[in-house]
């Protein structure tokens, strides 16, 4: 059997379950909501979304190495440019862009070119 080559981001988004935009944001502002009347505190909330925030990434990496079939990267300019081009494009469906890179190499802006979450958002706000 030969091995098994990587794919890109819109073959896996197109073969993968999706959850409707409108329930994601629904789910994410209850979540808010309650921590809010859990805690209190707004810096508490921040700090338990970021956490939650952080243990999704973690979840989300080993799910794009395990379906990806991506190689190993070298550098993190390298590691930037496989989440935008094939990890976006895979979770979201979302094309994304690596640039404003440091001189150092190690910050750079990860740019959503259409994000269909958040243009659903807007356009229930403005309704």
């Known amino acids: 059997m030969a091995p098994v080559g990587p794919r890109s981001g819109d073959a896996i988004f197109s073969s993968i379950d999706r959850v409707n935009a409108e329930l994601f944001t ?70 994304a862009s690596v640039s404003s890179w440091d001189a150092d190499g190690t910050c750079c802006s990860i740019i959503l070119e259409d994000f269909p979450i958040l243009a659903k958002v807007f356009t229930t706000a403005m309704s």
């Open 26 to 95: 629904l789910t994410y502002g209850a979540i808010v909501r309650q921590l809010l009347t859990d805690l209190e505190e707004v810096e508490e909330v921040n700090k338990q979304l970021d956490q939650m925030g952080y243990n999704i990434g973690i979840r989300l990496i080993d799910e794009f190495l395990a379906k990806s079939g991506v190689s190993r990267c070298v550098d993190f300019k390298e590691t930037a440019e496989m989440i935008a081009k094939v990890g976006f494009k895979m979770f979201l469906g979302v094309t």
